[in-house]
């Protein structure tokens, strides 16, 4: 049976597979030495008792925004409903690791800071989780980057980043408007 | 006339009758594709200016968001799906040179999908399905429109049965004998998009019509976006691949040479189909409903599907060669100048291989594990897709459509001129409004908004010359585009005749006989494709019978 490769053939074939395998090595050392992975938390919640104390209330009113959790660590919790975040307004010390924990309360939303890889997808039914930094300062525009309805342009807010001695931890805040 | 080159065996007028049914088929799918084409530009051409700020008249988040959700379904449904299956039917009847086995059966094909389109149209065009192209719960459309690109499917499925027939047919007549590439081509094109509609199937049938139905009163979003994701790689494989098929069989010819390597050309097939589908999650990279150890190993799939493209790229550079060293070529780089330049297939092969060489390396970008979060869903991601599919895999379908329209219609192409006039417009255009798209992206302007209004003016400031430029390729597109449907249509209406009708596909340098069972096959690779599918979507869709997250109720929009 004819099966001819030619001898170009066969050192462009090397060529291709040490590309692959030089991009392979590439992403594993980012996922294994650097610890950089994609956020993945499968975590279920319920979207339509987010508000709701009898459901934990972690993203309750008066506990949604900025916090230290008990080991002293920040946390930012986010509510994406059409058509705004709550809270709007997100102080933030600058160059601090924050995790950023956001629920869904209707439809599919995104959350994604320019400049940066501060980017979620919210799915309805899940808690998003990203552990970041901002490192740049003041007012940082923060968009939903999914499809969510008519006025998904309109879904926008800020974090508020000072920077690390001028951060206080304000008391929770009520949402502000989308 | 006549039909490839065994037409001593054919007696006379079976061949005529299998040429009209080629051209038939060929001209209906094709038709129904290219108007599709025609109406979905404006709309493109619509939506620049109303996102670039610049045209405070055209301002309507109302309409930005029906004509994205057309314009998507038009150009990634419709386009592509009857554009393949007519250069498929086509394909298939000329290079077998045997008649489809039931005509009727192609036709009631055809019929449900041009059905379905209507349907999915009119719920588009009346502002009813504003859902975007990809319709992810739990926000809902109206039903007809899940109906329509549902009808669309099935009617499709009858084609991808009649390429896997057609080569069962062929290959029982001719025991041994290697299957046309052509015909291999499209019977691996069948069999992907078999494989790969069949995730968004699942969620239309199962998850959203029953909800709409009232049958059900929630939704798993979470299952809805993953099964999704097992559509929405391998079916821009599934636009590709006839995209290539025309580089190895219809350009070579055309350029006036042969094809470097058919085993090759098969080999890239063959890969083409196994890492298209199992690969879905670099589109979930930043979703919550999935863990990070299944997007590194869809990472690793989708990583391969680098392979088949440089094999292409390799196996058509090199026959591109060829052609320009045939022509007086000499040294180095001498062949590039002598190339058929003025010839349309040769012409849009290489404008598509430069542009699906800077699409390739944005492309490594949305495949990273980490690097895909600078990117995801920004206008980068537009930009990207653009560049591929309406670059690449479009201007390969104007190619075959300058190719096959004198051989269907029986009508001399009404200006080859125009025609390669046509292609430089286009590729220039794409990449004169790709180019700032990928840079607004990195800028940070999401993909799909309507308005610029999130950032304020200082960072729309930086956006805005970026906005002019992309503004005066979309012209040169649409011009390019209108220039297209008028040549097709002056060449179906042209009163002179083509000076052949015969159709006939590239050979390759070593033409082989007979080829590895494997290469000429599907049975083998079907099977490979089940356990991959298995290995790599298995747990990730039975997980959500574990989890039993709490569901969705549905929304309007």
Redesign the interface.
């Known amino acids: ?6 001898k ?2 066969k050192r ?2 090397w060529i ?1 597979g040490a ?2 395998v030089m ?2 090595v590439v ?1 594993i050392y ?2 294994a030495v ?1 610890d ?14 987010i508000h709701l104390a009898s459901s934990g209330g972690e993203f309750a009113e008066d506990k949604i925004g900025t916090s230290r959790d008990a080991d002293g660590k920040l946390v930012v919790r986010m509510v994406a409903a059409r058509y705004g975040f709550y809270p709007q307004r997100i102080d933030i010390p600058q160059g601090e690791e924050f995790t950023l924990r956001v629920v869904s309360f ?3 939303h ?1 959350i ?4 940066s ?13 990203v552990t970041t930094q901002l490192n740049m300062l003041g007012e940082v ?1 923060y ?12 879904m ?1 807010g800020v974090f508020n980043v000072v920077p690390k001695d001028q951060f206080k931890l304000a008391a929770a805040s009520a949402g502000g408007q989308g | 006339m006549s039909v490839i080159s065994d037409e001593r065996l054919v007696p006379r007028t079976q061949a005529v009758d299998l040429t009209r049914q080629a051209n038939r088929l060929g001209l209906a799918n094709m038709w129904v594709a290219f108007g599709s084409f025609a109406l979905a530009i404006p709309m493109g051409l619509y939506q620049v200016a109303e996102r670039s700020n610049l045209f405070p008249a055209a301002e309507s988040a109302d309409l930005y968001y029906a004509s994205v959700s057309t314009h998507g379904v038009l150009m990634a449904y419709v386009l592509t799906t009857f554009f393949i299956m007519g250069y498929g039917y086509h394909a298939a009847i000329h290079s077998l040179n045997q008649p489809l086995w039931s005509p009727a059966f192609s036709w009631t094909g055809f019929g449900l999908a041009l059905l379905g389109t209507v349907l999915a149209a009119y719920a588009l065009l009346t502002g009813q399905a504003s859902v975007m192209y990809t319709f992810y719960p739990p926000e809902l459309a109206i039903l007809p429109f899940y109906v329509g690109v549902a009808l669309l499917v099935v009617g499709s499925y009858f084609w991808v049965a009649d390429m896997i027939i057609a080569m069962m047919i062929w290959r029982r007549a001719n025991p041994g004998r290697a299957v046309p590439l052509v015909m291999f081509g499209f019977a691996m094109t069948a069999l992907l998009w078999g494989w790969t509609s069949m995730g968004a199937v699942l969620e239309v049938l199962f998850q959203i019509i029953p909800l709409l139905l009232g049958w059900v009163d929630t939704i798993e979003s979470g299952l809805a976006r993953t099964l999704f994701s097992w559509t929405l790689h391998g079916i821009v494989y599934f636009w590709l691949f006839p995209a290539y098929i025309a580089m190895y069989t219809l350009m070579p010819r055309e350029a006036g040479t042969k094809l470097f390597s058919d085993e090759f050309a098969r080999i890239a097939f063959v890969m083409l189909f196994i890492f298209s589908v199992p690969i879905g999650f670099h589109h979930l990279y930043m979703d919550p409903q999935q863990e990070a150890g299944w997007k590194l190993l869809h990472m690793f799939g989708t990583f391969m599907v680098a392979v088949p493209t440089l094999i292409t790229g390799f196996t058509v550079m090199g026959t591109l060669e060829s052609s320009g060293r045939l022509r007086g070529g000499k040294g180095l780089f001498g062949w590039v100048a002598r190339m058929r330049w003025n010839n349309p297939a040769t012409l849009a092969t290489i404008l598509a291989m430069g542009m699906l060489t800077f699409g390739g390396f944005g492309g490594v970008i949305n495949a990273s594990y980490a690097m895909n979060a600078l990117i995801h869903d920004t206008q980068w991601v537009t930009g990207h897709f653009h560049l591929i599919f309406g670059g690449t895999t479009v201007i390969m379908y104007f190619a075959v459509a300058y190719w096959a329209w004198p051989l269907m219609t029986g009508r001399a192409l009404a200006s080859r001129w125009l025609a390669v006039w046509q292609l430089w417009t286009w590729a220039i255009g794409m990449c004169i409004t790709t180019g700032p798209w990928h840079i607004i992206g990195l800028l940070g302007q999401p993909r799909r908004v309507d308005t610029l209004e999130a950032y304020g003016p200082a960072i729309n400031a930086t956006l805005m010359p970026h906005m002019a430029i992309m503004m005066v390729g979309s012209v040169m597109l649409t011009v390019s585009a209108i220039l297209f449907v008028w040549i097709l249509v002056a060449t179906h209406l042209n009163p002179r005749r083509a000076a052949t009708t015969e159709v006939a596909y590239a050979v390759a340098v070593h033409q082989p006989m007979q080829v590895p069972n494997l290469l000429n096959s599907l049975a083998f690779w079907n099977w490979a494709m089940l356990a991959y599918m298995v290995i790599s979507y298995g747990y990730p869709i039975a997980q959500f019978w574990i989890i039993n997250a709490p569901q969705s109720v549905p929304y309007g929009y």
Not at chain 1, 112 to 115: E, T
Not at chain 1, 143 to 151: D, R
């Open positions: 049976m004819a099966f001819h490769v030619d170009l053939e462009w074939l291709i590309l692959v991009t392979w992403q980012g996922a650097t950089l992975h994609p956020p993945s938390n499968v975590e279920a919640v319920d979207s339509a008792q209707d439809v599919l995104g994604y800071v320019p400049g890889n501060l980017n979620l997808m919210i799915v309805p039914g899940y808690a998003s989780q525009p968009v939903c980057h999914e499809f969510c309805g008519p006025a998904h342009a309109y926008y």
